[in-house]
Every structure is written in C-alpha cells, then in structure tokens.
C-alpha cells in the first residue's frame, strides 16, 4: 500500500477558511413566508436533509414554523453516498438532542420512500373522521432532494412518473407548489417547496460544507476552493480511491498538482496542452457529488460533534432574543453575527435612538 504512517500524518488536520458563503435570495424570504401560511394545512412535515452533512443541513429557521405542525419527521437523503456504519451514529447523536422520527432514505433508488406512505396510511387509519386525506408538506435547504423525494413517493405509490423538476443545481423549486398526489385510497397529497438557506451561516467551513454538497449556486464559491476542502477531506479520513483514478504515484495536498493530474486524465486542456484548472475542479467535483471518489461524512458526527453543533443552535438562538438589548459595540463586535445583520442591527438602534430622542422632544412646531 502506497500510503505509509508517516505520510498519513502530514496530511492537514483543519483547512483554513475565512470566508461566509451567503446566499438567501427573495424567492426564499417568500417561500418562508408561503410555508407558513400553509402551515394549518399541513397534516405531517417532512424535513429533509443531506446525509452527508447530517447537522450542517439543518436550518434553524425552520424550527419555529414546524413547531404548528401536527406531526414531523426528519429524512436524511442520499444515504447512498454515506458508509452505512455512519447511519447508526447520525441516529445516536441525534437521540441525545431531539426525539424527532428519523428515515433514511435514497430518493433516486425510492429506498425507504415506502414508510413515509405508510406512516401517512396508519395516520388516516387511525381516525379516518378527522383524517379523510393526508397533506405532507416538504421542506428543507436546496439541493438536499426534496422534489426527488417527491418523485420517488409518487412512482412508488402511483407509478407514475416524475412530478417535480430536478437538477443538479440548487434553486430549481422556487415557490410553495401545488399538491401531488402519491397514493389514491385513502388520498395522500404531498407540496413541493424552495428550498430556504440559512440566512446567515455562522462558522465558514460550514458554509464550504453547504457548497461542496450543491447546496448554493457553484459560481457563488469558488470552485478551486471547493476541489481543496475536497481533497483535504478525502486524505484526512483515508479515501485514496482518487490516486489510481486519476494516475497519481501516491496521495498529494496539493490542489494543482491534483487538479493537473484530472486535467492530463480528462483532456480538460486549453491550446498547447496547458491544463484547464477551472474545468478540473468542476469536473473533480461533481465526481465527489454523486460518490465516486468515496462515501464520506463532511460533519463531526461524534457525540461531542453533535453537542458543539447544537450549543452553537442555542447560542444563536439567545442571540437573536439578546440583541434589542446589545449596544451597537457588542453588536459590531459579535463573530456569530455576519456584516448584513450587523447593519440591520445597527441601523435600527439608530432608528429607535431617533424615534425615543423624537418622543421626548415632543410634537414638532411650525
């Protein structure tokens, strides 16, 4: 085996980000705003994550609008691209922090797909007089697989073909959509939904974890970037698959020798046999998205994973409740607070300064 102890030990053990990747356009804020109108009509949510980022999918944004909802429960998609001795780690962690209902499932293979039919069947079974027909609402970030779940619920309970539009690319869903039917007797209707991101991402590499898995638009990260944290994730839990792959001698922590190496092995190059860096890195990526280079977890699904991940939940939670009494130094100076909310913060500190300093001068005279 070409990796020896020692070379193992020089790979890097932190990749060093610094830059929040934000993306919430309006179609989102809207889309929020939609499912919660809709709320009252939802009989089960389903939340939908990725498998690879178990905690880094999770929007927090959420929590409050599916507090209304009757029933919930939590489906980790693309399960196929994780190793299946992770399954049971995500559903420890998760057990020491929320008693949510947890399914696993690969939309594009409708594995498991079958038990969220048969959770809605047993809900209208059981007091069919107040449940003549199931409304499952689905929600979740982009990309995760929400309308691909969708899809495969219908071909598994109709079999008829793909309702919703897919892609690659996050985005595709981009209002609260109309009901689809996935099982006849008794009527079961699921909505599609746009998936929401996170309004402000507070640690980097979380963002960079969001982006890698096609979370947010490509051309908003930078995709050389991206191919890195890629290759520093793959040496650090030693998936060495890429090195026979593309004809490398041994494992490498350089992104360009890398990126040359995919380059000469794809015929990704510009006019005199220069390799073209930028197409390597989009090619070496979506080979990473759809499980070729390894089966992988970007997040620490330890116990004390877990536990940091959601003291950081709570943590900006009290933030957004503690913020009416920071003053604007507090505020400027919080590192769980990006630039756009420290200016709204701020800005409406102004405001109210304005508005009490108004009040006590009492009505204007003319």
């Known amino acids: 085996m070409f990796v020896t102890t020692r070379l193992f030990r020089e790979f890097r053990q932190e990749f060093n980000y610094d830059r929040v990747i934000n993306w919430f356009p309006g179609h989102m804020a809207k889309g929020l705003r939609l499912i919660q109108q809709r709320m009252n009509e939802t009989d089960i949510l389903i939340e939908v994550r990725d498998s690879r980022i178990p905690l880094s999918s999770m929007n927090p944004k959420f929590e409050k609008l599916i507090s209304q909802s009757k029933e919930r429960i939590v489906v980790f998609n693309k399960m196929d691209l994780i190793q299946s001795e992770s399954i049971q780690k995500i559903r420890h962690g998760f057990k020491h922090h929320t008693n949510l209902p947890i399914l696993f499932t690969d939309a594009n293979q409708d594995k498991n797909v079958k038990k969220i039919i048969e959770m809605a069947r047993s809900k209208i079974e059981g007091n069919p007089l107040k449940y003549p027909f199931i409304n499952i609402m689905v929600v979740g970030m982009p990309n995760v697989g929400k309308s691909s779940l969708i899809n495969s619920l219908r071909r598994v309970g ?4 793909k309702a919703m539009p897919t892609g690659a690319q996050p985005g595709i869903t981009r209002s609260v959509g109309s009901t689809v039917k996935v099982w006849q007797d008794p009527p079961i209707y699921l909505v599609d939904t746009p ?172």
């Open 158 to 161: 109709t079999g008829k073909g």
């Open 195 to 366: 998936g929401v991101m996170i309004p402000h991402i507070p640690n980097p590499e979380q963002s960079l974890k969001v982006a890698v898995t096609g979370g947010v638009r490509d051309h908003l990260a930078d995709c050389q970037v991206m191919s890195d944290y890629i290759l520093y994730q793959l040496n650090k839990s030693g998936l060495f698959d890429y090195v026979e792959l593309f004809k490398l001698t041994e494992p490498t922590e350089n992104i360009e020798e890398l990126l040359t190496a995919v380059a000469k092995r794809t015929g990704l190059l510009h006019k005199g046999g220069i390799p073209n860096l930028e197409g390597a890195a989009a090619y070496w990526l979506k080979r990473y998205r759809m499980g070729a280079l390894g089966k992988q977890i970007l997040d620490d699904i330890t116990l004390n994973g877990f536990a940091k991940h959601f003291e950081i939940l709570q943590d900006l939670n009290q933030l957004e409740k503690d913020t009416k009494n920071l003053t604007a130094s507090q505020v400027m100076n919080n590192p769980l607070l990006s630039k756009q909310q420290v200016k709204k913060i701020v800005k409406n500190k102004r405001l109210e300064k304005i508005r009490a300093k108004r009040v006590k001068m009492g009505p204007r005279k003319f």
